[in-house]
């Protein structure tokens, strides 16, 4: 869509019409809601000011890029967002060249800004990067790294700070708006430079603080004191529903030819007031009915969420010392019942994994016992920590990972599949995973009387309702769920048990059924034991194929000498797996029960 040139009514129906798409498409289809409608304005200056055929484009997280891809030939196709086989619900290249980069973690987008403007300077081009990032993002350290190097080098690069909910600093007004407006304008920055030079070729040295207090003070009632400090040149606040403001402030930030942060409020859901305004349940959202905003609920099984956040919880009431944290995602975790209920003993640190980890190893060094519940696949960020901090250490710290396997509509960079492959090398650690509500119950008790780190994945949803009573969790013990009268062994893990389950009640013969529960130390002693009855395995896990599960067999047998046993893996092949509806998702990999069946015995 071309808004080059269009009068700032005619972006304003745009803005109009695009938020009308959204909403109409979301309301049926689901998918980030909140942020999205409020960054549409935004999104129309950074294309009506710059080029997206030629300047980086660089949506931070990229919840908020909808609007983007409307306004890049995307309209129609919008219908098919995160749909198996349609448009992912993130910026990706290889969907369109106007996406820059893959996004889906956040606080990446400035250090990427960096690197493009190293590379536009090398490459001696007229371009500009410019950035959107919302303040949440601003919470992770991964930003403030690359301001630092940023502010070092004076690149050119337009950073729009979208301030959805929180204030970087209070703002004094049209005062500071105004006041901010003269820091970045040509006449000031023109001032600035010559006052700059007259004083470095004209004064002695300590007349430089006299000279340049009258800017300090400026600048000093402003909320960019920060950024200016790390230098980095700020504007704002401004109002980021104001079209006509947006472009004037994106030109001249675009002039100026160094790093700039435009600091844009704004309102989230702007546009349905339903969901205006700082409500964590419409950020993310399935369909919902326009009118009145209720959500069309699909399942009534209780999550494996709500049963881990129930189970710690009453946990958390048996033992005093049971601490914990997630990284921005209470109620996505259920760890926002845990902080309403011991707000001195859980708590939110928003997005700064590497911080959850460290912060709780020293609890744990204190006696605490912490449990650090993050997404399967925001825990890849804390990787070193896990190794550096907890474990080195051998210290008693849960990793309680959610998400774990294939999520759905997030797709690719959400994907919980590589958890167990990049904890299992890691010295210390215990690595097991319950198959149901009951086992996860069980696990949570088990773990608090460990006396080493430890990690537990539970998947996105429900688990299946399964016929086997629960049992208490040994450590390095495997459960014989069923002997069978054939020579095949079903091996399931956490989640795999029950799909392993699915596919015997498929097959013609009668198949023995093992729950591994525990991949680290794994159970030798069984599987020593059943490979005198049993030749033909196969393993069920929704995890990654290589350095998995059957790998973790494999070696197992190895060391036991124990040639005679042929195994098959049902695991994730080695490829990023898209977005999509979760039944469609593993149709397409062949990891239905009744695909799995027809490969049993080939």
């Known amino acids: 869509m071309e808004i080059k040139g269009k009068s700032v009514e005619e972006l304003e129906e745009v803005a109009s019409k695009i938020r009308e798409r959204i909403i109409d498409v979301v309301s049926r289809k689901g998918g980030h ?19 997206v055929n030629s300047d980086p484009f660089i949506f931070d997280v990229s919840h908020q890029c909808y609007a983007h891809k409307l ?17 992912c619900g993130f910026t990706k290249p290889n969907e369109s060249n106007a996406d820059y980069f893959v996004a889906g973690h956040s606080s990446t ?9 190293k590379s536009i300077k090398l490459k001696n081009q007229d371009r500009v990067p410019v950035v959107m990032i919302g303040d949440g993002s601003m919470s992770a350290g991964m930003v403030y790294e690359a301001l630092n190097e ?15 909910e929180m204030s970087i600093a209070k703002p004094i007004g049209a005062i500071s708006k105004y006041l901010s407006k003269i820091l970045a304008g040509k006449f000031y920055q023109s001032f600035k430079a010559r006052v700059d030079k007259f004083i470095r070729n004209n004064m002695p040295e300590g007349t430089t603080y006299l000279a340049k207090r009258l800017e300090s003070s400026i600048k000093l009632i402003t909320p960019g004191i920060l950024f200016e400090e790390m230098g980095i040149d700020y504007i704002g606040p401004i109002d980021g529903h104001d079209i006509e403001e947006i472009i004037d402030t994106l030109n001249i930030a675009k002039s100026m030819q160094k790093p700039v942060i435009v600091h844009a409020k704004t309102v989230k859901g702007k546009g349905y007031k339903i969901a205006e305004g700082q409500h964590e349940h419409w950020h993310g959202v399935g369909p919902f009915n ?6 069309i609920k699909k399942s009534t099984q209780k999550s494996a969420t709500s049963v881990y956040s129930y189970s710690l919880l009453n946990l958390a009431k048996k033992y005093e010392n049971v601490v914990g944290v997630t990284a921005a995602m209470p109620s996505g975790t259920g760890v926002d019942k845990l902080i309403e209920a011991y707000p001195n003993r859980f708590w939110d640190v928003a997005i700064a994994e590497q911080h959850a980890v460290t912060s709780m190893a020293a609890m744990a060094k204190e006696g605490f016992k912490p449990f650090i519940t993050i997404y399967s696949t925001f825990l890849q960020r804390g990787f070193d920590q896990i190794i550096h901090d907890v474990s080195i250490m051998n210290l008693p710290v849960v990793f309680a990972m959610d998400r774990a396997g294939i999520v759905g509509n997030d797709g690719e960079t959400h994907q919980g599949a590589f958890d167990i492959n990049f904890l299992r090398f890691i010295p210390n650690m215990i690595l097991f995973a319950p198959r149901d509500n009951e086992t996860l119950e069980n696990s949570l008790e088990f773990a608090y009387t460990l006396s080493s780190p430890c990690a537990i994945r539970y998947p996105r949803g429900s688990f299946k309702e399964l016929d086997f ?3 208490n969790f040994e450590l390095g013990k495997a459960e014989l769920l069923k002997d069978g009268n054939s020579n095949k062994l079903f091996i399931g893990y956490g989640n795999g048990v029950s799909k392993a389950i699915d596919v015997e009640k498929l097959h013609e013969e009668d198949i023995a059924i093992l729950d591994l529960r525990f991949i680290k130390p794994i159970d030798k002693n069984i599987l020593k034991t059943l490979s005198d009855k049993y030749d033909s395995w196969y393993v069920f896990s929704d995890s990654q194929k290589q350095g998995g599960v059957a790998s973790a ?11 005679n046993i042929n195994i098959k893996s049902f695991e994730y092949e080695d490829s990023f797996i898209e977005h999509g509806d979760t039944t469609k998702v593993e149709e397409s ?6 695909q799995l069946v027809l490969l049993v015995d080939k």
């Open 33 to 51: 809601f909140s942020s999205t409608l409020g960054a549409v304005e935004l999104t129309l200056g950074m294309h009506y000011v710059f080029d």
């Open 71 to 87: 306004l890049t030939n995307r309209w129609e196709e919008f219908e098919t967002i995160r749909q198996f086989g349609g448009l």
């Open 109 to 117: 987008s400035i250090s990427l800004a960096v690197g493009a403007a």
């Open 150 to 164: 940023l502010g070092d080098l004076k690149l050119p690069v337009v950073i729009i700070l979208n301030d959805n």
């Open 290 to 295: 326009v009118e009145d905003g209720e959500f």
């Open 469 to 471: 009573k629960a049992t």
């Open 553 to 563: 067999i494999m070696e197992a047998l190895s060391e036991l000498e124990i040639t």
């Open 589 to 594: 990999l062949g990891l239905l029960a009744k």
